[in-house]
Protein backbone atom coordinates (compact mmCIF):
# COMPACT_ATOMS: atom_id res chain seq x y z
CA UNK A 1 0.00 0.00 0.00
CA UNK A 2 2.41 2.73 1.06
CA UNK A 3 4.62 1.39 -1.91
CA UNK A 4 2.03 2.40 -4.29
CA UNK A 5 1.91 5.75 -2.42
CA UNK A 6 5.07 6.19 -3.17
CA UNK A 7 4.88 5.80 -6.69
CA UNK A 8 1.84 7.95 -7.16
CA UNK A 9 3.39 10.74 -5.89
CA UNK A 10 6.33 10.44 -8.11
CA UNK A 11 4.31 10.35 -11.02
CA UNK A 12 2.29 13.22 -10.12
CA UNK A 13 5.20 15.76 -9.42
CA UNK A 14 8.32 14.19 -11.60
CA UNK A 15 10.58 17.61 -10.56
CA UNK A 16 10.45 16.64 -7.04
CA UNK A 17 11.43 13.14 -7.97
CA UNK A 18 13.98 14.14 -10.18
CA UNK A 19 15.34 16.73 -7.72
CA UNK A 20 15.73 13.90 -4.59
CA UNK A 21 16.96 11.54 -7.35
CA UNK A 22 19.45 13.81 -8.45
CA UNK A 23 20.39 14.28 -4.75
CA UNK A 24 20.79 10.46 -4.09
CA UNK A 25 23.07 9.92 -6.73
CA UNK A 26 25.51 12.89 -5.80
CA UNK A 27 26.20 11.68 -2.12
CA UNK A 28 27.73 8.30 -1.73
CA UNK A 29 26.05 5.09 -0.31
CA UNK A 30 28.70 4.42 2.49
CA UNK A 31 28.70 8.28 4.15
CA UNK A 32 26.10 8.18 7.45
CA UNK A 33 23.78 11.67 7.48
CA UNK A 34 25.10 13.55 9.51
CA UNK A 35 23.21 16.31 12.16
CA UNK A 36 23.60 19.92 10.89
CA UNK A 37 24.95 22.11 13.45
CA UNK A 38 22.67 25.20 15.01
CA UNK A 39 24.35 28.37 14.87
CA UNK A 40 24.53 30.29 18.42
CA UNK A 41 23.37 33.85 18.04
CA UNK A 42 26.43 36.53 18.71
CA UNK A 43 27.02 39.80 20.25
CA UNK A 44 24.21 41.01 23.08
CA UNK A 45 21.62 38.47 21.79
CA UNK A 46 23.54 35.27 23.00
CA UNK A 47 22.29 33.86 26.15
CA UNK A 48 24.45 32.69 29.42
CA UNK A 49 23.85 30.23 31.39
CA UNK A 50 24.37 30.96 35.39
CA UNK A 51 24.46 28.11 38.18
CA UNK A 52 21.61 28.24 39.99
CA UNK A 53 21.93 29.51 43.22
CA UNK A 54 20.88 27.51 46.41
CA UNK A 55 19.51 29.15 49.76
CA UNK A 56 21.44 30.46 51.96
CA UNK A 57 23.65 28.20 54.62
CA UNK A 58 24.94 28.62 58.07
CA UNK A 59 28.65 28.32 56.23
CA UNK A 60 27.95 30.86 53.61
CA UNK A 61 27.18 34.50 53.53
CA UNK A 62 25.80 36.63 50.89
CA UNK A 63 27.15 35.93 47.78
CA UNK A 64 28.10 32.51 48.31
CA UNK A 65 26.52 29.75 46.06
CA UNK A 66 26.47 26.16 46.23
CA UNK A 67 26.77 24.15 43.43
CA UNK A 68 24.74 20.99 43.04
CA UNK A 69 27.10 18.00 42.04
CA UNK A 70 26.31 15.52 39.88
CA UNK A 71 27.31 12.63 42.29
CA UNK A 72 26.60 12.33 45.58
CA UNK A 73 29.08 13.82 48.14
CA UNK A 74 30.44 11.94 51.23
CA UNK A 75 30.50 12.69 54.52
CA UNK A 76 33.86 13.92 54.78
CA UNK A 77 33.65 15.64 51.31
CA UNK A 78 30.57 18.02 52.91
CA UNK A 79 32.31 19.17 55.87
CA UNK A 80 35.13 20.07 53.89
CA UNK A 81 33.05 22.14 51.30
CA UNK A 82 31.17 23.97 54.30
CA UNK A 83 34.67 24.35 55.93
CA UNK A 84 35.76 26.03 52.90
CA UNK A 85 33.30 28.78 52.33
CA UNK A 86 33.20 29.24 55.91
CA UNK A 87 37.39 30.55 55.29
CA UNK A 88 36.24 32.33 52.75
CA UNK A 89 33.25 34.85 54.15
CA UNK A 90 35.78 34.95 57.29
CA UNK A 91 38.83 36.43 54.96
CA UNK A 92 36.73 38.63 53.17
CA UNK A 93 35.53 40.31 56.63
CA UNK A 94 39.09 40.55 58.05
CA UNK A 95 40.20 42.27 54.71
CA UNK A 96 37.56 45.10 55.03
CA UNK A 97 38.77 45.54 59.13
CA UNK A 98 42.20 46.33 57.81
CA UNK A 99 41.27 47.78 55.15
CA UNK A 100 38.91 50.34 57.54
CA UNK A 101 42.22 50.52 60.22
CA UNK A 102 44.24 51.84 57.55
CA UNK A 103 41.77 54.39 56.73
CA UNK A 104 41.37 55.31 60.13
CA UNK A 105 45.43 55.54 60.45
CA UNK A 106 45.84 57.87 57.31
CA UNK A 107 42.94 60.13 58.08
CA UNK A 108 43.96 60.73 61.70
CA UNK A 109 46.19 64.11 62.14
CA UNK A 110 49.79 63.29 63.34
CA UNK A 111 50.67 64.82 66.22
CA UNK A 112 53.63 67.16 66.13
CA UNK A 113 56.57 66.44 68.01
CA UNK A 114 58.32 69.02 70.12
CA UNK A 115 62.18 68.70 70.79
CA UNK A 116 63.10 68.91 74.59
CA UNK A 117 65.75 71.41 75.03
CA UNK A 118 68.41 69.71 77.75
CA UNK A 119 70.69 72.44 79.83
CA UNK A 120 73.60 73.11 78.50
CA UNK A 121 76.31 71.56 81.26
CA UNK A 122 78.83 74.38 80.10
CA UNK A 123 79.31 78.41 79.50
CA UNK A 124 81.22 79.93 77.38
CA UNK A 125 83.45 82.56 78.94
CA UNK A 126 85.68 85.04 77.07
CA UNK A 127 88.91 85.65 79.32
CA UNK A 128 91.34 88.50 78.78
CA UNK A 129 94.58 87.30 77.98
CA UNK A 130 94.07 83.87 76.96
CA UNK A 131 95.73 82.79 74.15
CA UNK A 132 94.98 79.86 73.58
CA UNK A 133 91.15 78.69 71.92
CA UNK A 134 90.76 82.10 71.50
CA UNK A 135 90.37 83.62 74.72
CA UNK A 136 87.36 81.32 75.23
CA UNK A 137 86.82 79.01 78.74
CA UNK A 138 83.91 76.43 79.50
CA UNK A 139 82.87 76.65 82.89
CA UNK A 140 80.86 73.76 84.47
CA UNK A 141 76.98 75.10 85.82
CA UNK A 142 77.45 72.79 88.36
CA UNK A 143 80.39 72.46 90.41
CA UNK A 144 81.43 69.24 91.53
CA UNK A 145 82.82 67.81 95.04
CA UNK A 146 85.97 68.41 95.80
CA UNK A 147 85.13 65.87 99.19
CA UNK A 148 84.53 62.16 98.64
CA UNK A 149 84.17 60.23 101.80
CA UNK A 150 85.94 57.08 101.79
CA UNK A 151 84.01 54.86 104.43
CA UNK A 152 80.75 54.04 103.00
CA UNK A 153 77.88 55.32 105.08
CA UNK A 154 75.18 52.93 106.32
CA UNK A 155 71.11 53.84 106.50
CA UNK A 156 69.45 52.70 109.53
CA UNK A 157 66.42 50.50 107.94
CA UNK A 158 62.85 50.52 110.05
CA UNK A 159 61.83 47.32 111.00
CA UNK A 160 57.67 46.46 109.87
CA UNK A 161 56.28 44.17 112.33
CA UNK A 162 53.78 42.32 110.71
CA UNK A 163 50.49 42.57 111.43
CA UNK A 164 48.75 40.33 114.39
CA UNK A 165 45.78 38.53 113.17
CA UNK A 166 44.21 36.13 114.98
CA UNK A 167 45.29 32.38 114.85
CA UNK A 168 42.64 29.97 113.37
CA UNK A 169 42.34 26.96 116.02
CA UNK A 170 41.82 23.36 114.49
CA UNK A 171 38.60 21.96 114.58
CA UNK A 172 39.63 18.93 116.53
CA UNK A 173 41.03 20.97 119.22
CA UNK A 174 38.26 21.70 121.89
CA UNK A 175 38.25 22.39 125.54
CA UNK A 176 38.51 18.63 127.46
CA UNK A 177 40.73 16.66 124.32
CA UNK A 178 42.98 14.93 125.15
CA UNK A 179 46.26 15.35 123.30
CA UNK A 180 49.71 13.87 122.68
CA UNK A 181 52.78 16.50 122.52
CA UNK A 182 54.62 15.65 119.47
CA UNK A 183 57.99 17.85 120.10
CA UNK A 184 59.88 20.01 123.11
CA UNK A 185 61.29 18.65 126.14
CA UNK A 186 57.66 16.87 126.99
CA UNK A 187 57.52 15.28 123.97
CA UNK A 188 55.01 11.67 123.56
CA UNK A 189 53.41 13.09 127.24
CA UNK A 190 49.55 12.63 126.42
CA UNK A 191 47.74 15.92 128.05
CA UNK A 192 44.74 17.36 128.59
CA UNK A 193 43.51 20.57 125.69
CA UNK A 194 42.48 23.58 128.36
CA UNK A 195 42.23 26.63 126.14
CA UNK A 196 43.60 29.10 122.97
CA UNK A 197 45.25 31.96 124.75
CA UNK A 198 45.28 35.57 123.13
CA UNK A 199 48.76 34.76 121.60
CA UNK A 200 47.36 31.74 119.21
CA UNK A 201 48.74 29.33 121.90
CA UNK A 202 47.62 25.94 123.26
CA UNK A 203 47.08 26.04 127.09
CA UNK A 204 47.92 22.85 128.33
CA UNK A 205 48.10 20.54 131.84
CA UNK A 206 49.18 16.60 132.62
CA UNK A 207 47.89 16.83 135.29
CA UNK A 208 51.71 17.28 137.14
CA UNK A 209 50.63 14.54 139.32
CA UNK A 210 49.85 12.07 137.38
CA UNK A 211 52.45 11.94 134.63
CA UNK A 212 54.51 15.37 135.55
CA UNK A 213 53.88 17.66 132.47
CA UNK A 214 53.15 20.71 134.23
CA UNK A 215 50.90 23.77 132.58
CA UNK A 216 52.52 25.02 129.34
CA UNK A 217 52.20 26.63 126.47
CA UNK A 218 52.41 25.22 123.32
CA UNK A 219 52.07 25.63 119.50
CA UNK A 220 48.93 23.96 117.82
CA UNK A 221 51.19 21.94 115.58
CA UNK A 222 52.62 20.19 117.90
CA UNK A 223 49.47 18.41 119.27
CA UNK A 224 47.83 15.28 118.03
CA UNK A 225 44.49 15.54 118.95
CA UNK A 226 42.50 12.07 119.93
CA UNK A 227 38.95 11.05 119.93
CA UNK A 228 38.36 11.16 123.57
CA UNK A 229 37.40 13.66 125.02
CA UNK A 230 36.50 14.94 128.89
CA UNK A 231 33.23 17.09 129.59
CA UNK A 232 34.96 20.21 131.10
CA UNK A 233 31.28 22.01 131.93
CA UNK A 234 31.07 25.49 132.47
CA UNK A 235 35.03 25.84 134.70
CA UNK A 236 36.69 28.13 132.75
CA UNK A 237 40.28 28.92 132.94
CA UNK A 238 40.55 32.92 132.19
CA UNK A 239 42.46 33.53 135.36
CA UNK A 240 45.58 32.18 133.56
CA UNK A 241 46.98 34.66 130.98
CA UNK A 242 50.24 34.83 128.62
CA UNK A 243 51.56 37.42 131.71
CA UNK A 244 51.99 34.34 134.10
CA UNK A 245 54.21 32.74 131.72
CA UNK A 246 56.93 35.20 130.96
CA UNK A 247 60.84 34.98 132.46
CA UNK A 248 62.85 37.88 133.78
CA UNK A 249 65.92 37.85 132.08
CA UNK A 250 68.35 36.34 136.04
CA UNK A 251 71.92 36.10 133.66
CA UNK A 252 72.11 39.70 131.45
CA UNK A 253 74.70 39.44 128.78
CA UNK A 254 76.00 43.00 129.60
CA UNK A 255 79.17 43.18 131.56
CA UNK A 256 80.13 45.88 134.07
CA UNK A 257 82.95 48.21 134.73
CA UNK A 258 84.59 45.80 137.05
CA UNK A 259 85.63 42.68 135.81
CA UNK A 260 86.53 41.15 139.17
CA UNK A 261 82.85 41.02 139.95
CA UNK A 262 82.04 38.51 137.05
CA UNK A 263 84.06 35.69 138.30
CA UNK A 264 82.96 35.78 142.00
CA UNK A 265 79.59 36.28 141.00
CA UNK A 266 77.31 32.33 140.40
CA UNK A 267 74.78 32.05 137.87
CA UNK A 268 71.34 31.69 139.01
CA UNK A 269 68.77 29.02 138.17
CA UNK A 270 64.97 29.46 137.09
CA UNK A 271 62.94 28.69 139.62
CA UNK A 272 59.00 28.89 139.27
CA UNK A 273 56.82 31.43 140.93
CA UNK A 274 54.85 30.74 143.70
CA UNK A 275 51.67 32.30 142.39
CA UNK A 276 52.29 29.95 139.07
CA UNK A 277 52.46 27.29 141.30
CA UNK A 278 48.95 27.88 143.42
CA UNK A 279 47.13 28.05 139.88
CA UNK A 280 48.52 24.75 138.81
CA UNK A 281 47.57 22.70 142.09
CA UNK A 282 44.19 24.99 141.45
CA UNK A 283 43.69 23.77 138.01
CA UNK A 284 44.93 19.69 138.65
CA UNK A 285 42.25 19.81 141.25
CA UNK A 286 39.47 20.69 139.25
CA UNK A 287 40.40 18.19 136.17
CA UNK A 288 41.12 15.57 138.58
CA UNK A 289 37.48 16.58 139.88
CA UNK A 290 36.12 15.84 136.23
CA UNK A 291 38.33 12.67 135.82
CA UNK A 292 36.91 10.64 139.34
CA UNK A 293 33.40 11.09 137.80
CA UNK A 294 33.98 9.42 134.70
CA UNK A 295 32.79 5.79 133.81
CA UNK A 296 35.78 4.57 132.49
CA UNK A 297 38.17 6.65 134.84
CA UNK A 298 40.60 3.92 135.67
CA UNK A 299 41.44 3.79 132.00
CA UNK A 300 41.63 7.67 131.58
CA UNK A 301 43.98 7.54 134.37
CA UNK A 302 46.45 4.76 132.86
CA UNK A 303 46.28 6.39 129.27
CA UNK A 304 47.10 10.11 130.73
CA UNK A 305 49.59 8.47 132.94
CA UNK A 306 51.67 6.51 130.10
CA UNK A 307 53.72 8.05 127.37
CA UNK A 308 52.73 7.37 123.68
CA UNK A 309 54.77 4.96 121.42
CA UNK A 310 54.82 2.37 119.53
CA UNK A 311 55.05 -1.55 119.52
CA UNK A 312 55.75 -4.23 117.08
CA UNK A 313 53.85 -4.45 113.98
CA UNK A 314 52.67 -0.45 114.47
CA UNK A 315 52.70 2.01 111.73
Known amino acids: YFLNLKIINMVTSPKKAAGTASKDAAKPASKKPTSKKVS ?7 KT ?18 FRPNRKLNAKETAYKKLRLEVRDKSRVTMKKA ?12 RKVVPVKKAPLFIKKKVKGMLRNKGIKYVPVEKPKNYFNTTPTYVKTTKHKAPKFP ?4 KSLTPGTLCIIVAGSQKGKRVVFLKQMESGLCLVTGPFKMNGCPMKRIEQQFLIAT ?23 LNPKKMKKDDTEVFNKKSKKYQVSASRKKSQKLIDAK ?20 KFGLDKNQY
Not at 49 to 66: C, D, F, L, M, R
Not at 99 to 110: D, E, G, Y
Not at 167 to 170: G, Q, T
Not at 292 to 298: E, R
Request: proline share 5%; hydrophobic share 30%.
Open 99 to 110: KMNLINRLMKPK
Open 167 to 170: VKLR
Open 227 to 249: SKKIDLGKKSFDTVEDKHFKRVQ
Open 287 to 306: IMMIIKKQKDKFLIINYLQH
Open 40 to 46: KPKGKGR
Open 49 to 66: IKPKPVKKTEAGGKNSYQ
